[in-house]
């Protein structure tokens, strides 16, 4: 029997696997991947995009009659913003403006930049930048931190998990998104920025593509170009000088998106009307 659907961004597979695992793959082994996904989606009838970017990708591996749909990953309702609530674990500083980092530490979030963009800053006492997460390149981010000597202003934490960092969120007044000037993370929208626009804090993105204008059309944060760790500076000092009221319409603006894209419930509803014209246009049987 067919497969009635898969969540997939396969389409982008190779550039993946080239881009991301940096490995030197020969030019068959590279036609026979796409193959593979070829036949894949050809055992679909419908396959669902993580976001907008992936489907013209999609489609050069499908047919016509192939239903392709925008799903994207929703934010748990675990990251709205919970008032009260603070980790231990970060110093509490009234007079500081905090900009924090969740996630993975890894090569394609560019914290060479945002390290940069700390540096930049480093004459402002009263912008700090927490980091909360692990990943690969977090050993070198802690290295890095010593050596350029900004122990105080950089503060990294580690890992905790999920349900902790609503509380962690509580000590921030933005939150930073990035990723590399690479043009596959161009077409993606990082896990991340549901959770941050569901927590009702402003974003700021450095960052290219799908995600960058996501920020930027719902005037959920501020955002600058990938890699422009000049930019970073500019855009985090904009809003620490911003008042709590433009920083709080900036939050507000992020939670509207977040429902009216990004909702569980909405996108579950909306998943559940498809697989139904699936099931009636292949005549299925139970």
């Given at each position: 029997m067919t497969s009635a659907f898969r969540k997939d961004s396969s389409g982008l597979f190779l550039s993946k696997i080239i881009l991301v695992s940096k490995l030197d793959l020969a030019g068959f082994l590279?036609?026979?991947?796409?193959?593979?996904?070829?036949?894949?989606?050809?055992?679909?009838?419908?396959?669902?995009?993580?976001?907008?970017?992936?489907?013209?990708?999609?489609?050069?591996y499908t047919d016509d009659s192939k239903q392709?749909?925008?799903?994207?990953?929703?934010?748990?309702?675990?990251?709205?913003r919970q008032q009260n609530v603070w980790a231990e674990e970060v110093p509490k500083n009234s007079q500081s403006f905090s900009v924090m980092f969740a996630g993975?530490?890894?090569?394609?979030?560019?914290?060479?930049a945002v390290l940069d963009a700390?540096?930049?800053?480093?004459?402002?006492?009263?912008?700090?930048?927490?980091?909360?997460?692990d990943g690969r390149n977090a050993k070198w981010v802690d290295e890095q931190i010593t050596r350029r000597r900004l122990d105080g202003c950089?503060?990294?934490?580690?890992?905790?998990?999920?349900?902790?960092?609503p509380s962690f969120f509580s000590h921030a007044d933005a939150l930073l998104v990035s990723l590399k000037d690479e043009h596959i993370f161009t077409m993606t929208i990082p896990g991340k920025l549901q959770s941050y626009l569901a927590a009702g804090i402003p974003v700021v993105a450095m960052l290219n593509g799908e995600g960058a204008a996501l920020v930027k059309n719902s005037n959920s944060g501020l955002v600058c170009n990938a890699g422009d760790s000049a930019g970073l500076a500019d855009a985090v000092l904009k809003l620490s000088k911003m008042s709590k009221e433009e920083r709080s319409a900036m939050g507000r603006n992020g939670q509207e998106v977040s429902t009216k894209e990004f909702d569980r419930s909405m996108l579950i509803d909306r998943l559940e009307g498809w697989l139904a014209e699936v099931i009636s246009s292949r005549n299925y049987k139970s």
């Open positions: 590279i036609q026979l991947i796409g193959w593979l996904i070829k036949f894949i989606y050809s055992r679909c009838d419908l396959i669902l995009a993580q976001s907008k970017s992936f489907i013209p990708k999609i489609k050069k392709i749909e925008y799903f994207p990953s929703w934010a748990e309702r675990i990251f709205e993975n530490i890894g090569d394609a979030q560019d914290f060479p700390a540096e930049n800053l480093r004459a402002h006492t009263n912008i700090r930048w927490l980091i909360v997460g950089v503060l990294m934490f580690g890992r905790y998990p999920v349900e902790r960092m």
